[in-house]
């Protein structure tokens, strides 16, 4: 059965912290990782990673992925109050590309 | 920039009852997939449709669950007798492809069974 971990489960932090948010996963057929921020309703896409040791980034936001070890990690450079989610990851597989989603790391960034 | 919709945005209903939730995929996307995410736990995948056919489906999409894309631009999840534990947010998403294409999720339908 395909399984994804995250880490830590809760993180609060202060405005301006840096933070690392771990993902490992087990996904048969696996084709990428994704990372997604959920505040109220849906999931919205943040990183696509198919390939090993390639840094994407988005403003504060970067991921990278490693095959190898089977983790991915998403860091937030100098957090702010809007960070204040829920971030997701899932692994794809080749097949239909039916995502399996992790637990979710819960994020607060206090003021 | 295009989206996935879905309606209704929430639907409450008895147990027994059945219900169709619907999704509109965006309109060049080849692959829809439905999620649910009870409240507080993780999203879980159901079943993924390509090709007016199920590819892959998990253990949690029974005999009581349908899909069907029934005019081309729709995309509809049946649950034929709703149960307490169906309650949940229902997630559409589409792709253009498979798995080297992000998935696209609608603003989800909350389910509440009673």
């Known amino acids: 059965e395909d399984k994804v971990v995250q880490s830590p489960l809760s993180l609060v932090v202060h405005e301006g912290d840096t933070v690392t948010l771990n993902c490992s996963y087990e996904?048969?057929?696996?084709?990428?990782l994704l990372w997604y921020k959920q505040e109220k309703k849906a999931p919205t896409f943040l990183f696509m990673l198919?390939?090993?040791?390639i840094e994407k980034k988005s403003g504060r936001l970067s991921s990278i992925l490693d095959k190898k070890e089977l983790f991915s990690i998403l860091n937030i450079t100098a957090t702010q109050t809007g960070d204040s989610a829920i971030y997701l990851c899932?692994?794809?597989?080749?097949?239909?590309?039916?995502?399996?989603f992790g637990d979710g790391t819960t994020l607060t960034v206090k003021p | 920039e295009p989206e996935v919709t879905q309606t209704p945005s929430h639907q409450v209903t008895q147990m027994g009852q059945e219900v169709i939730l619907r999704c509109v995929p965006i309109?060049?996307?080849?692959?829809f997939y439905w999620y649910r995410q009870i409240l507080g736990q993780k999203v879980e995948f159901l079943v993924s449709?390509?090709?007016?056919?199920?590819?892959?489906k998990s253990e949690i999409f029974d005999d009581q669950f349908s899909v069907e894309r029934p005019d081309g631009s729709n995309f509809t999840l049946k649950i034929r007798s709703t149960k307490l534990e169906d309650s949940a947010m229902y997630f559409c998403?589409?792709?253009?492809?498979?798995?080297?294409?992000?998935?696209?999720f609608g603003p989800g339908t909350r389910l509440t069974v009673t």
């Open positions: 998403a589409s792709s253009p492809g498979r798995a080297d294409y992000e998935q696209y």
């Open positions: 996904v048969t057929n696996f084709r990428s």
């Open positions: 198919t390939s090993s040791g």
């Open positions: 899932a692994g794809r597989n080749t097949n239909a590309g039916k995502s399996t």
């Open positions: 309109s060049n996307h080849l692959y």
């Open positions: 449709f390509y090709n007016n056919e199920i590819s892959e």
